[in-house]
């Protein structure tokens, strides 16, 4: 029997997350994530709030079944009507999930400005709330808004708030809501919260990111004493986000003291799950994952100094703080032109070339070093570093050959006598000793026009005679250009990050003056890399 305490995490991506600016979840991709929650282990999944929008009324009526806690989230009721009589918070019940986050007034400014009630209307708001929803059998957690503003304004009041919820039955959640609360000012004030009576395992943390304390606000009152902790997944939230349960999940299970002193639902056996969970809500929302992320970034683990990399080949913890496996992360050895032979030779080594001829390594190491004079840029381009050295070592397949390709762009006016433009691409290959062409648009669904590149690559993917099926899973989700001379001498830096149904992610680079070729050479690396990983053969 483990003597470890119990800290529940409560996850809501689907509520708190979708107020981040640009993001707009359907049913089906709720449905998706909170699946993938429910895989990793959190204790709750606060679904949304039932009644205010219909994609949340409908994700509750086919939400999927859990193991962990189902929650709909909503409100305390309104003054001058019962809770038995109040319509948004019958939309909540009526959720029929197991559990009810209701958020309420704590602070007396936001009580008398924004509610425009009396303080004891908003305690009773609070109070007959909780009471209702005990009274129909569910789990109750109360959201004290601007908890921490409050008590450091009002404590009397702010303290009589959450005794309320309390005293009727909710587990308290003191929500930073503004984001401006320092660590040390949450450890100190959820001391006397549970010094008033509360006991930690009644009483949770609600983190903002607005001074970039989040993950270390909660950690604070976790150290304080609260044993239940909310935040969502990558971070997402209103303005600068939510506390980050990607970072705080690995801390607690991998971090002293927290490793020995709290269990959590997350499994050691399922951190693994991490990355991956991550990079799939990137995906969903067609955002490029951030690289420097703690624990789950592709730079994470990221040793381009060849210093550094020498010591890595020795012990990866000389500049590392966990494995990366652990998180289902892995370590890479950029390569650029501070590189050196041991930065190479691990590199390969994680290409799976180990027995190669030595003697090719300062051959390998010029060619890297004058192309990156050209402009090429491998440390941000892996992907490519590793065709240039299996090209060098005589390892890499030539799979087809583009003979030639011709990119059009149209400007004309449409029925509607608007002026659109249509890009049009033209690719003629050769696998083995066949020749083929495809022509593709850059239109989409919505008739706009995606652009050259885009025309081009639908067009290169189109038909590639025994390799395309192995490259029907290959979508291209960041595009980057820079220009690395200036003057008539200018030259383009195209960087091109795809990813697959496998959950790889791979950069590749080109560069040309001309930005159209830039971008097919980094666009023929990306489908090369691709079929080097799926086995592909030489027809």
């Given at each position: 029997?483990?003597?470890?305490?119990?800290?529940?995490?409560?996850?809501?991506?689907?509520?708190?997350?979708?107020?981040?600016?640009?993001?707009?979840?359907?049913?089906?991709?709720?449905?998706?994530?909170?699946?993938?929650?429910?895989q990793?282990g959190?204790?709750?999944?606060?679904?949304?709030?039932?009644?205010?929008n219909?994609?949340?009324?409908?994700?509750?009526?086919n939400?999927?079944?859990?193991?962990?806690?189902?929650?709909?989230?909503?409100?305390?009721?309104?003054?001058?009507?019962?809770?038995?009589?109040?319509?948004?918070?019958?939309?909540?019940?009526?959720?029929?999930?197991?559990?009810?986050?209701?958020?309420?007034?704590?602070?007396?400014?936001?009580?008398?400005?924004?509610?425009?009630?009396?303080?004891?209307?908003?305690l009773?708001?609070?109070?007959?709330?909780?009471?209702?929803?005990?009274?129909?059998?569910?789990?109750?957690?109360?959201?004290?808004?601007?908890?921490?503003?409050?008590?450091?304004?009002?404590p009397?009041?702010?303290?009589?708030?959450?005794?309320?919820?309390f005293?009727?039955?909710?587990?308290?959640?003191?929500?930073?809501?503004?984001?401006?609360?320092?660590?040390?000012?949450?450890?100190?004030?959820?001391?006397?919260?549970?010094?008033?009576?509360?006991?930690?395992?009644?009483?949770?943390?609600h983190?903002?990111?607005?001074?970039?304390?989040?993950?270390?606000?909660?950690?604070?009152?976790?150290?304080?004493?609260?044993?239940h902790?909310?935040?969502?997944?990558?971070?997402?939230?209103?303005?600068?986000?939510?506390?980050?349960?990607?970072?705080?999940?690995?801390?607690?299970?991998?971090?002293?003291?927290?490793?020995?002193?709290?269990?959590?639902?997350?499994?050691?056996?399922n951190?693994?799950?991490?990355?991956?969970?991550?990079?799939?809500?990137?995906?969903?929302?067609?955002?490029?994952p951030?690289?420097?992320?703690?624990?789950?970034?592709?730079?994470?683990?990221?040793?381009?100094?060849?210093?550094?990399?020498?010591?890595?080949?020795?012990?990866?913890?000389?500049?590392?703080?966990?494995?990366?496996?652990?998180?289902?992360?892995?370590r890479?050895?950029?390569?650029?032109?501070?590189?050196?032979?041991?930065?190479?030779?691990?590199?390969?080594?994680?290409?799976?070339?180990?027995?190669?001829?030595?003697?090719?390594?300062?051959?390998?190491?010029?060619?890297?070093?004058?192309?990156?004079?050209?402009?090429?840029?491998?440390?941000?381009?892996?992907?490519?570093?590793?065709?240039?050295?299996?090209?060098?070592?005589?390892?890499?397949?030539k799979?087809?050959?583009?003979?030639?390709?011709?990119?059009?762009?149209?400007?004309?006016?449409?029925?509607?006598?608007?002026?659109?433009?249509?890009?049009?691409?033209?690719v003629?290959?050769?696998?083995?000793?066949?020749?083929m062409?495809?022509?593709?648009?850059?239109?989409?669904?919505?008739?706009?026009?995606?652009?050259?590149?885009?025309?081009?690559?639908?067009?290169?993917?189109?038909?590639l005679?025994?390799?395309?099926?192995?490259?029907?899973?290959?979508?291209?989700?960041?595009?980057?250009?820079r220009?690395?001379?200036?003057?008539?001498?200018?030259?383009?830096r195209?960087?091109?990050?795809?990813?697959?149904?496998?959950?790889?992610?791979?950069?590749?680079?080109?560069?040309?003056?001309?930005?159209?070729?830039?971008?097919?050479?980094?666009?023929?690396?990306?489908?090369?890399?691709?079929?080097v990983?799926?086995?592909?053969?030489?027809?």
């Amino acid at each position: 029997m483990s003597s470890r305490e119990r800290l529940t995490l409560f996850d809501t991506t689907l509520r708190d997350g979708q107020q981040t600016q640009g993001v707009q979840f359907s049913t089906p991709e709720k449905i998706e994530i909170a699946k993938m929650l429910d895989q990793l282990g959190v204790d709750y999944i606060e679904g949304g709030w039932p009644g205010a929008n219909p994609t949340d009324s409908e994700f509750f009526s086919n939400a999927p079944k859990t193991k962990a806690t189902m929650t709909a989230f909503g409100m305390t009721k309104r003054a001058g009507r019962s809770a038995e009589n109040d319509d948004v918070l019958a939309a909540v019940l009526n959720a029929n999930t197991p559990a009810v986050c209701l958020v309420g007034k704590t602070h007396d400014f936001h009580v008398k400005t924004a509610l425009g009630i009396t303080l004891d209307e908003n305690l009773e708001n609070i109070e007959k709330s909780f009471q209702h929803i005990i009274s129909q059998s569910r789990e109750a957690l109360f959201d004290a808004e601007h908890f921490f503003d409050g008590y450091k304004s009002n404590p009397d009041y702010a303290l009589s708030c959450i005794h309320a919820a309390f005293n009727a039955g909710a587990l308290v959640v003191l929500c930073d809501t503004n984001g401006g609360t320092l660590p040390a000012e949450i450890t100190e004030i959820v001391g006397k919260v549970i010094a008033s009576g509360i006991p930690g395992d009644r009483l949770g943390i609600h983190t903002h990111n607005d001074t970039d304390n989040a993950v270390a606000g909660s950690l604070a009152a976790v150290d304080a004493g609260a044993r239940h902790i909310q935040g969502t997944l990558n971070g997402l939230g209103e303005r600068c986000g939510n506390a980050n349960l990607t970072s705080l999940i690995p801390t607690l299970l991998l971090k002293e003291p927290y490793k020995s002193r709290y269990a959590i639902g997350v499994k050691a056996e399922n951190l693994n799950l991490l990355t991956l969970a991550s990079r799939k809500l990137d995906d969903i929302l067609n955002r490029v994952p951030n690289k420097h992320a703690p624990y789950v970034g592709a730079s994470a683990f990221a040793h381009k100094a060849g210093l550094h990399a020498s010591a890595i080949l020795k012990d990866p913890a000389t500049y590392e703080h966990i494995d990366p496996d652990l998180v289902g992360n892995s370590r890479i050895i950029p390569m650029s032109n501070q590189a050196g032979q041991s930065n190479l030779r691990k590199r390969l080594a994680e290409m799976g070339l180990k027995d190669i001829d030595t003697s090719a390594l300062p051959r390998i190491l010029d060619v890297i070093k004058q192309r990156e004079d050209d402009g090429y840029s491998y440390d941000t381009a892996q992907a490519s570093f590793e065709l240039l050295a299996r090209r060098e070592l005589g390892l890499l397949p030539k799979f087809f050959e583009v003979k030639r390709y011709k990119v059009t762009v149209e400007r004309r006016k449409n029925k509607y006598d608007k002026m659109i433009s249509l890009s049009e691409a033209v690719v003629v290959v050769k696998v083995g000793k066949d020749k083929m062409l495809s022509v593709s648009e850059s239109m989409d669904e919505t008739g706009s026009d995606r652009g050259p590149v885009n025309a081009l690559s639908k067009a290169l993917a189109k038909d590639l005679g025994p390799y395309s099926a192995m490259i029907d899973d290959m979508r291209l989700v960041d595009f980057k250009v820079r220009i690395t001379q200036g003057g008539t001498e200018a030259v383009t830096r195209v960087i091109i990050d795809s990813a697959d149904s496998k959950g790889r992610r791979w950069s590749t680079v080109g560069v040309s003056p001309n930005i159209v070729d830039a971008s097919f050479e980094a666009l023929l690396d990306a489908i090369n890399w691709k079929l080097v990983q799926e086995g592909a053969h030489v027809s």
